[in-house]
Structures are given as structure tokens and as C-alpha cells.
């Protein structure tokens, strides 16, 4: 059903800018209605682009909470190369079909 909403929403905005642009056929405003036809579907991108570059800027980064010291082993995909050349006694792997 979500498929037909946007199909539905797509015409209906398509035949409000066609009733648009026939209103301002003889205008010297036509052009900058058809811009704005274009643009309008995209404007909430553009604004969502500039709000997530200011918040990456702002809020983003490496962020630590709880450092675990003297551990064993760690868990991590490369198992045998961090055993063999850094002296860790095991290392674990994710759990496999969800069952640890």
C-alpha cells in the first residue's frame, strides 16, 4: 500500500505544477515558478544536508565511556594474528546465527 501512496503523491503534485505553470503561462514569472516546481521536492535534503554537517560538526567524534584495563583476550574477527604477535592469551568471535 505505501508503494501506491507515492505514486499517488507524485501525480497529485505533478498536476498541481502543470495547474501552476498554465496560471503563469503569460507571465514573466513562469520560469521562476517551473525553478521552484523543481526544487521544492528537493528542499528538505538540501536543509537535512546542512542540519547534519552542523551536527557532525558540532557533536561527532570518538567517544570513550569505559576503558577496560588488564584484560586476557578481546573480541575481534582476526583471531589468529593479534594471539601470535601480541602475546593475548584468546580472542573471541561474534556469535554464530545468534547463538554464543
Known sequence: ???????FFIGFYIFIARKLFKRFDGSRY?????????LVPTGDAVVG??????LCAEEGGLKVYRVAE????????????WVQ?????????YPVNGRG
Open 1 to 7: 500500500m505505501g508503494g501506491l501512496a507515492v505514486i
Open 30 to 38: 513562469k520560469w521562476l515558478v517551473l525553478v521552484l516546481i523543481v
Open 49 to 54: 544536508r546542512l542540519y547534519l554537517k552542523k
Open 70 to 81: 588488564h584484560v586476557v583476550g578481546f573480541m575481534d574477527d582476526n583471531r589468529d594474528y
Open 85 to 93: 604477535s601480541d602475546g593475548y592469551q584468546f580472542t573471541e568471535d
